[in-house]
Antibody, heavy 120, light 113 residues
Framework: HVQLQESGPGLLKPSQTLSLTCAVS??????????WTWIRQPAGKGLEWIGR???????TYNPSLKSRVTISVHTSKNQVSLELSSVTAADTAVYYC????????????WGQGTLVTASS | DIVMTQSPDSLAVSLGERATINCKSS????????????LAWYQHKPGQPPKLLIY???TRQFGVPDRFSGSGSGSDFTLTISSLQAEDVAVYYC?????????FGQGTKLEIK
């Protein structure tokens, strides 16, 4: 059974770098052929697609965040990571990692999400 | 970016009645080479991650009750819940996965009347 679990600091100061990890279990990143996606939801707002990475390491980012975001895959740890630099209050959100299903291109497995707050 | 617009923003329906949510994309999400609409529907309840309901506009994800159905093609789509149950109270999102960045509608909040 595939499970994803996000972790990382819940509170950041403006201008700092957000760093989150998504621990994946139930499937080996080194042997799978999926995309792994980060999506966020600011409080009271809708869902925003941040970007995705293939298990080969090829990443695609939302142009609205591209200059600040890096998604990486760490096959030895079976983890996917997200870094977002120079955060502001606008980056305060629940951050989700999710698997993109190979058969449909949609997100079939999700982590529970982690709240990150950027505040001075 | 493809802009997804849902209507209505909120909806109150009596238990057992039909609920209908619409989604319109700013450009087609129908890929002509395979005749598939790159459109999905998610259900999002408070404190939980979104749950995939429908993909390819009309294919139910494994385990999703058959009271949920999706229809439409091109740029106009509909999610229908044929007989509303109490556990269906949630926010529903459409998403296009035709082009990156994949984009979501603003969400439709479904409540019990």
């Amino acid at each position: 059974h595939v499970q994803l679990q996000e972790s990382g600091p819940g509170l950041l100061k403006p201008s700092q770098t957000l760093s989150l990890t998504c621990a994946v279990s139930g499937v080996s990143l080194s042997s799978s052929t999926y995309y792994w996606t980060w999506i966020r939801q600011p409080a009271g707002k809708g869902l925003e697609w941040i970007g995705r990475i293939f298990t080969s390491g090829t990443a695609t980012y939302n142009p609205s965040l591209k200059s600040r975001v890096t998604i990486s895959v760490h096959t030895s740890k079976n983890q996917v990571s997200l870094e977002l630099s120079s955060v502001t209050a606008a980056d305060t959100a629940v951050y989700y990692c999710a698997r993109e299903a190979s058969y449909s291109g949609t997100n079939d497995y999700w982590g529970q999400g982690t709240l990150v707050t950027a505040s001075s | 970016d493809i802009v997804m617009t849902q209507s209505p923003d909120s909806l109150a329906v009596s238990l057992g009645e039909r609920a209908t949510i619409n989604c319109k994309s700013s450009q087609t999400v129908l890929y002509s080479s395979n005749n598939k609409n790159y459109l999905a529907w998610y259900q999002h309840k408070p404190g939980q991650p979104p749950k995939l309901l429908i993909y390819w506009a009309s294919t139910r994800q494994f385990g999703v009750p058959d009271r949920f159905s999706g229809s439409g093609s091109g740029s106009d789509f509909t999610l229908t819940i044929s007989s509303l149950q109490a556990e269906d109270v949630a926010v529903y999102y459409c998403q296009q996965y035709y082009n990156t960045p994949f984009t979501f509608g603003q969400g439709t909040k479904l409540e019990i009347k």
